[in-house]
């Protein structure tokens, strides 16, 4: 069993924001593997489906970002997984725009949603896909601000791209023992 988690903020404030990209990522796979996201359960918008012969869990935690790793924990608990079978997916401004990252393991980097994740699990040995947004346009800009803009067209056109390379990705991680 795999459980993925894609990071963001509920709400229609926060809807195609550059920190909702684990989010919109989650989106993209249900479409892609025809899996209804709508379940409430342990702060989260979860759907269930077997892939591979695996079966596959996917969740929006809908905690704010910073407390991520409450929902994450409480999956972990309800459908008995180890740490190794749960992917995060979150945003990562130390990331060119169009690109993105796959680690087994690693620090929560300047990401408090995945700071969260790694307390809450106690462990660092968490897969992860981070996606990156570029970094700020100049020195004055704000962080918060920018990760809060809402995706231009063209950079959801390029988004697409980025998704369905990482998919690929996804499809790996299912079929790991």
Known sequence: ????????????????????????????????????????MCDALVGETRLKGEK?????PITFM????NSVSKLKQWYKLENKDI??????????FGTFR??????????NGMKNVIQMLSSEDISRLRIGLGS??????????FVLQKFKKDEI?????????????????????
């Open 1 to 40: 069993m795999k459980l993925i988690v894609g990071l963001g903020n509920p709400g229609d404030k926060y809807s195609q924001t550059r920190h909702n990209v684990g989010w919109l990522f989650i989106d993209y796979l249900s479409k892609v593997y025809n899996v209804e996201i709508k379940k409430n």
């Open 56 to 60: 596959v869990i996917f969740a929006k």
């Open 66 to 69: 910073n407390l991520s790793g």
């Open 87 to 96: 992917l995060v997916v979150f945003d990562d401004i130390d990331i060119p």
């Open 102 to 111: 796959y680690r087994l393991k690693g620090s929560g980097g300047s990401h």
């Open 136 to 145: 700020l346009k100049n020195e004055r800009q704000d962080m918060v601000d």
């Open 157 to 177: 056109e390029k988004l697409q791209d980025v998704f369905f390379d990482a998919t690929k990705k996804v499809d790996e991680f299912i079929k790991e023992s």
